[in-house]
């Protein structure tokens, strides 16, 4: 695990979460230190059955200091048309949504969810990197490990001090799009992975988008395999299944996709912890591909 000084990149533990919020809570209390505040913590719970509920239960209780971050809202801009049911938001529009929660080039930020990240923890520490900011971390095990090991929450909502709009803007070049899926359909499989589950990516059930099945050439590696009892399995256990699935293609020239682009972001956190750095995200995913009729699908 990553020491603070360095910073946290894919996951930190619930243990040294707590002792660097104790930490920074000490320095808060002196008013010559309030400036070295530099850990951000971001509650990022969904749920695609009710879309509210991640709000409401925000202001229940959540861990202390955190902000709310709203998938719908805050990490997808709806109004965008054709790219699935979570389109990338605005580059600048994100940057003022991190300026607003009080997150700089000098944060630490943290981001979880209910528990393994990936609804959609995942998903902000993406976008985080794709706007060219390092020091984020996903919190292994979510709130559940969080309030497993007996650490109080707090309700309400934070308020916290506004910063400019973060200087950066998304790096296009990590972002798949559907016509660089076309163009890439003859290749022999290992390019282009779906993190969904089994039965949707066969095309046996599809509960969210218009047609059911993947896309042709497409292999299958559900996210949920990348976790054990709600925490990212080890490096080693990852990268030993990951690597085989390339085909002995460098993991830079590897898609990830899933229904809308959230839990191949959770792909994305795992091919990292396992040491496969640089793979890139099909951001409009099935939703997106599937809903134009000129697109091949595939089934089984």
């Known amino acids: 695990m990553n020491t603070l000084e360095s910073g946290w990149n894919t996951l ?89 929660w009080g997150i700089t080039p000098g944060t630490q930020v943290v981001v979880y969810d209910a528990a393994d990240g990936s609804m959609a923890a995942a998903r902000l520490w993406w976008l985080l990197r794709l706007i060219g900011h390092r020091q984020v971390a996903v919190l292994d095990g979510g709130l559940a490990a969080w309030q497993a090991t007996g650490h109080a929450l707090q309700g309400g909502e934070e308020q916290v001090p506004p910063e400019a709009p973060y200087p950066g803007h998304f790096d296009r070049s990590q972002v798949v799009s559907a016509d660089d899926v076309q163009a890439r359909l003859s290749q022999a499989p290992g ?45 080693s256990e990852l990268r030993a299944e990951l690597e085989p699935l390339l085909a002995g293609r460098a993991p830079d020239d590897v898609v990830l996709m899933c229904g809308s682009g959230v839990t191949a972001c959770h792909l ?32 089984g």
């Open 268 to 299: 994305l956190l795992a091919f990292e912890h396992a040491g496969l750095h640089g793979a890139k995200v099909f951001a409009d995913s099935w939703s997106g591909w599937s809903s134009d009729a000129q697109r091949p699908v595939a089934t």
């Open 191 to 235: 390019w282009l992975l779906d993190a969904r589950a089994g039965e949707r990516y066969r095309g046996e059930v599809e509960p969210l988008d218009r047609v059911a099945g993947h896309v042709p050439g497409a292999l299958n590696r559900p996210f949920a395999l990348n976790v054990r009892e709600g925490r990212l399995r080890s490096s």
């Open 12 to 100: 930190i533990d619930v243990a040294s979460l707590a002792a660097t919020l104790q930490q920074q809570n000490l320095r808060v209390m002196d008013a010559r230190a309030v400036a070295s505040t530099n850990v951000r913590v971001v509650d990022t719970r969904f749920s695609l059955a009710d879309v509210q509920s991640g709000a409401a239960q925000y202001a229940a209780g959540h861990i202390p200091g955190a902000v709310y971050a709203d998938l719908n809202r805050d990490l997808s801009d709806l109004s965008r048309q054709g790219h699935g049911r979570h389109p990338l938001p605005d580059s600048d529009a994100f940057a003022a949504t991190l300026g607003r």
